[in-house]
C-alpha cells in the first residue's frame, strides 16, 4: 500500500489578495522563512509560500462567505517547528513582523510538552506553530503511525 509522507500543498482562497499577501509575506516570508512565488491557472493569479516541505498558495475567492472554523471544512492549520525554543522564537518573530501572534504557551492538556502559538489570517484562517513533540518524534521514527 502507498504510504502518504508528507502534505504537498494547500490552496487557499482570500478575499482580498493584496491584503493576504502582505499578511503572507510578514508571516511566512519575513517571519517563517518561507520563499515565495507566483503563478496563474487558467488565466488566475496564484501566490506561493514554499519550504523545501511544502507549498500554501493563496488564490482569490469566488464566494463573498466568510470564513467558519466551526462549519464542515478547515478548521485550523497547524506548522511544526524544532524546538520549544523555535516556538518562542517563531511567536516572537511574528509580533515583531506585525502579526498578531499569542506568546508561545505550554498546553499540557494535549500533551505534557506541547506548546504552541496561534495567529489568524486576515479571512479568519486560524494558524498555529508547534513544537515536534516527543510522541510526534517516536512516530516519525518508528514510521508508522500509531493510534
Known amino acids: 500500500m502507498p504510504e502518504v509522507i508528507g502534505i504537498d500543498h494547500l490552496y487557499i482562497s482570500v478575499s482580498d489578495p493584496a491584503r493576504a499577501e502582505d499578511f503572507y509575506d510578514r508571516a511566512f516570508v519575513t517571519a517563517l522563512g518561507f520563499r515565495k512565488n507566483r503563478f496563474a491557472l487558467d488565466g488566475e493569479p496564484h501566490v506561493q509560500?514554499?519550504?523545501?516541505?511544502?507549498?500554501?498558495?493563496l488564490r482569490s475567492a469566488r464566494s463573498p462567505a466568510t470564513h467558519d472554523p466551526y462549519a464542515p471544512g478547515l478548521h485550523h492549520f497547524c506548522l511544526r517547528v524544532d524546538s520549544i525554543e523555535d516556538v518562542v522564537a517563531a511567536a516572537g518573530r511574528l509580533r515583531?513582523?506585525?502579526?498578531?501572534?499569542?506568546?508561545?504557551?505550554?498546553?499540557?492538556?494535549?500533551?505534557?510538552?506541547?506548546?504552541?502559538?496561534?495567529?489568524?489570517?486576515?479571512?479568519?484562517?486560524?494558524?498555529?506553530?508547534?513544537?515536534?513533540?516527543?510522541?510526534?518524534?517516536?512516530?516519525?521514527?518508528?514510521?508508522?503511525?500509531?493510534?
Open 49 to 57: 509560500y514554499y519550504n523545501r516541505h511544502f507549498g500554501y498558495v
Open 96 to 147: 515583531a513582523a506585525g502579526i498578531e501572534a499569542s506568546p508561545a504557551t505550554h498546553h499540557p492538556q494535549y500533551a505534557p510538552d506541547y506548546w504552541a502559538c496561534f495567529f489568524s489570517d486576515p479571512d479568519g484562517i486560524r494558524l498555529e506553530i508547534t513544537n515536534f513533540r516527543q510522541e510526534r518524534r517516536e512516530r516519525h521514527a518508528q514510521g508508522a503511525v500509531s493510534d
